[in-house]
Nanobody
Framework: QVQLVESGGGLVQAGGSLRLSCAASGFTFGSYVIRWYRQAPGKERELVAT????????NYANSKKGRFTISRDNAENTVYLQMDSLKPEDTAVYYCNAHWGPYNYWGQGTQVTVSS
């Protein structure tokens, strides 16, 4: 059974940090590109960061560059999103996504709330 389970969300003050985790099971994790997305209330889901299957390349949406860091541990089937200097506009549900060829999996999301 394919599973992506996000964790690490919560309530944090502006300027603070959180580290999200996404634990994968049920598929060949090391073959998949992993992306973090987020969706704020009333807004469309947006891409936050991408990491290639081997972890050698990462990419970020413009507003997250320098504040967010995506990484993965293929031995542990886990991907991380380190979020620093958080802003109230970072408040959203954060989802991880695994993609390879025709296969596309989503986690259930974890809530991040940044207070001003």
């Amino acid at each position: 059974q394919v599973q992506l389970v996000e964790s690490g969300g919560g309530l944090v003050q502006a300027g603070g940090s959180l580290r999200l985790s996404c634990a994968a099971s049920g598929f060949t994790f090391g073959s998949y590109v992993i992306r973090w997305y987020r969706q704020a209330p009333g807004k469309e889901r947006e891409l936050v960061a991408t990491i290639t299957s081997g972890g050698g390349s990462t990419n970020y949406a413009n507003s997250k560059k320098g504040r967010f860091t995506i990484s993965r541990d293929n031995a542990e089937n886990t991907v991380y999103l380190q979020m620093d200097s958080l802003k109230p506009e970072d408040t959203a549900v954060y989802y991880c996504n695994a993609h390879w060829g025709p296969y596309n999996y989503w986690g259930q999301g974890t809530q991040v709330t940044v207070s001003s």
